[in-house]
C-alpha cells in the first residue's frame, strides 16, 4: 500500500504543481491517498455572485477539482469525460468548502466518483458525480 500512497501524493503534486486555476481559487490538497481526495476552498468577497452566495461554477471548480485529483491518484493520465453537479445549500463569505472525491467504480479505462462539497459545518453544499477516462500515458513513473 505504500508504493500506491506514494503514486497518489506525486500525481496530486504534479497535478497542483501545473494547476494554475485550483491555485489562483486557493484551493489545497488536504488529503489523497489511490481513489480519494480531500480538497477545500474558502470562499472569498471575489467569489460570490448577485446574490451574495458563492457562484456555482466556484463550487463545481471544487468539486471538479476534487474529482482531478482522486482519478489521476492511480498515476494514469486521466480526464474528465462528463460531470453533474446538485446544489443543495448556498456558499457564503467566509465558508471554508470542502470537497471530498472518492471512487466508487474503476475498470478498464473508466470510472466513476462521488464528490460531497460540504461547508465547515458540516453541511451539505453539493453532491457531484464525475465520470473519468484515462487517455495516453502516465502522470507518474512507478
Known amino acids: 500500500m505504500e508504493k500506491k500512497q506514494r503514486i497518489a501524493r506525486m500525481a496530486a503534486d504534479r497535478l497542483y504543481g501545473s494547476d494554475q486555476a485550483s491555485q489562483m481559487l486557493g484551493m489545497t490538497i488536504d488529503s489523497i491517498a489511490p481513489g480519494t ?36 491518484s492511480h498515476g494514469d493520465n486521466t ?43 458540516g453541511e451539505a453544499v453539493a453532491l457531484f458525480r464525475g465520470r473519468s477516462h484515462q487517455v495516453a500515458g502516465r502522470l507518474v513513473d512507478e
Request: proline share 3%; charged share 20%.
Open 79 to 121: 480526464v474528465a469525460a462528463g460531470a453533474a453537479i446538485e446544489f443543495l445549500a448556498p456558499g457564503r463569505i467566509g465558508d471554508l468548502l470542502t470537497a471530498s472525491a472518492s471512487e466508487r467504480w474503476r475498470a478498464g479505462r473508466s470510472g466513476i466518483y462521488e464528490i460531497e462539497v460540504r461547508n465547515e459545518r
Open 37 to 72: 481526495a480531500q480538497v477545500s476552498m474558502r470562499v472569498r468577497p471575489d467569489m460570490v455572485n448577485g446574490h451574495g452566495i458563492c457562484h456555482g461554477g466556484l463550487v463545481f471548480a471544487l468539486a471538479d477539482s476534487a474529482f482531478a485529483f482522486a482519478c489521476n
